[in-house]
T-cell receptor, first 113, second 116 residues
């Protein structure tokens, strides 16, 4: 079975550009998470979906960050008007049920110039 | 307040040595889970082990073992007979039940370098 996939793996954006990062969770996994990992740090929670419902977006750093999962499968994290401080690795994870183990994708490394 | 503390920033060992990675956590929940993940240079977080708050039995899985002690809020991880391929950043993580959807809170990680 395929794991969590993310695309693109690398993204370079000029400051002020909009970017969209995609996550394909493991088939059948109800829950989906986005995390942001700054260089040399542990991942930090951004947002959480259960099916298509976004139940927690408390970790999104600003209103420039937006996430969706319209059909309860693929998710997109969008960052508008990117800033240099947005440079990080964005990790997606999925799990079957509420207390189950989260499995991570390879991440998207975003560099904002 | 930091919920997961990994005091060791970097550890360097020689191949075949045993190495223990320390993790101290903080929670008010009685139901929670603890995890160790490995992040090799490729960047993907790889799940290693998981423990729930009601099970303090320590186990061994291959070259991995862990020591979970609720009394000291510690969840230490040991690699026996380390190998060069074990070189990676290791993260300890906590997920709590209390209104947090069991999202993961990570420590800052420990960089393990195993030298041949």
């Amino acid at each position: 079975g395929a794991g969590v996939s993310q695309s693109p793996r690398y993204k370079v954006a000029k400051r002020g550009q909009d970017v969209a990062l995609r996550c394909d969770p493991i088939s059948g996994h109800v829950s989906l998470f986005w995390y942001q990992q700054a260089l040399g740090q542990g991942p930090e929670f951004l947002t959480y979906f259960q099916n298509e419902a976004q139940l927690d977006k408390s970790g999104l750093p600003s209103d420039r960050f937006f996430a969706e999962r319209p059909e309860g499968s693929v998710s997109t994290l969008k960052i508008q008007r990117t800033q240099q401080e947005d440079s990080a690795v964005y990790l997606c994870a999925s799990r079957v049920g509420a207390a189950d183990t989260q499995y991570f994708g390879p991440g998207t490394r975003l560099t904002v110039l | 307040a930091q919920k997961v503390t990994q005091a060791q920033t970097e550890i360097s060992v020689v191949e075949k040595e045993d190495v223990t990675l320390d993790c101290v956590y903080e929670t008010r929940d009685t139901t929670y889970y603890l995890f160790w993940y490995k992040q090799p240079p490729s960047g993907e977080l790889v799940f290693l082990i998981r423990r729930n708050s009601f099970d303090e039995q320590n186990e061994i899985s291959g070259r991995y073992s862990w020591n979970f002690q609720k009394s000291t809020s510690s969840f230490n991880f040991t690699i026996t007979a380390s190998q060069v391929v074990d070189s990676a950043v290791y993260f300890c993580a906590l997920s709590e039940k209390g209104g947090s959807n069991y999202k993961l809170t990570f420590g800052k990680g420990t960089l393990l370098t195993v030298n041949p």
